[in-house]
C-alpha cells in the first residue's frame, strides 16, 4: 500500500481540483490498486486478494534489482578495461530482462484471471456465508468495471470465462441436460453483468493497459 502511494504521489505530485484532472487520476491503473489496497487494509483479511499484488511484487522486483541494485553493487569499468565479474553480472542482467519481458505478459493473464475467478469468487461465498462484508463484492466488482475498461488482460479473461460457460449452459447446439430455467437464469446473470461493465455513454474499452516499458517509477501490471 505505501509503495503505490509513494508512485500515486510521484505521478500526481500537484492535485486540482477540477473534473479533468479526477478523471485522469481514476483512469491511472496504480490508482485503481492504491484505493483497493486500502480497501483489503480495512476489510477482513483473505488470501486471493494478495496473489495479484505479491505477481506485481515479484516483477517489480526483479526491474529493480536489474535496474538499479545491480549497477550500483557492481558499477561499469573504467573505458578500456575489463572485468570479469562485471561481464558475469551483465549477462546475468541481460538474461532477467528477457525473461521478465517474456514472461510478463503471461503472468498478467494469469493475474486477470485471478482477479475475476478467484478474488470475486472468493468475496461472493465469504458474503454469502457471513465471513465477510456484503459490500466487498459490490466494491470489487466496480473495480473490475475499471479493470475491464483500462486493461487488455481483464478483458481476455472475460471473453475466455463467458465462453466457457456460454458452451456450458447455452451451447449452439443445445443441450438437453441443462434445464430451461438454468439456461434462462444464466442469460439473464450473463446480461446484467456485460450491462453492469458497459462504459458510461457508449464508450469504447481502451485499446490495452497502461504499461510502462521499464519505468522504474511505475508499480506495472
Do not use: C
Not at 42 to 53: C, E, F, G, H, Q
Request: no cysteine; hydrophobic share 45%; charged share 15%.
Amino acid at each position: 500500500m505505501v509503495s503505490y502511494g509513494v508512485v500515486v504521489y510521484k505521478s500526481f505530485p500537484n492535485i486540482q481540483f477540477t473534473t479533468e484532472f479526477a478523471q485522469k487520476l481514476f483512469a491511472e491503473e496504480n490508482v485503481q490498486y492504491f484505493l483497493m489496497a486500502i480497501f483489503w487494509w480495512r476489510s477482513t483479511p483473505m488470501l486471493a486478494p494478495l496473489i495479484p499484488y505479491a505477481v506485481f511484487a515479484f516483477f517489480n522486483s526483479l526491474n529493480y534489482i536489474r535496474t538499479n541494485l545491480l549497477p550500483a553493487l557492481f558499477p561499469e569499468p573504467p573505458a578500456g578495461t575489463t572485468d570479469a565479474i562485471y561481464n558475469k553480472v551483465n549477462a546475468f542482467s541481460r538474461n532477467l530482462q528477457v525473461w521478465t519481458q517474456v514472461n510478463h505478459a503471461g503472468a498478467m493473464a494469469f493475474v486477470a484471471y485471478i482477479e475475476v475467478v478467484g478474488v470475486m469468487g472468493s468475496l461472493i461465498f465469504g458474503a454469502i456465508t457471513f465471513q465477510s462484508s456484503l459490500l466487498s463484492p459490490i466494491v470489487y466488482a466496480n473495480f473490475l468495471r475499471f479493470r475491464y475498461y483500462f486493461s487488455l488482460h481483464t478483458r481476455t479473461a472475460f471473453a475466455l470465462i463467458r465462453a466457457r460457460l456460454d458452451n456450458l449452459f447455452v451451447p449452439a447446439a443445445g443441450n438437453p441436460q441443462i434445464p430451461p430455467a438454468v439456461a434462462r437464469g444464466y442469460t439473464m446473470a450473463r446480461d446484467f453483468i456485460i450491462r453492469f461493465g458497459e462504459a458510461p455513454g457508449g464508450q469504447q474499452p481502451g485499446g490495452g493497459d497502461h504499461r510502462d516499458g521499464d519505468r522504474p517509477d511505475r508499480l506495472r501490471r
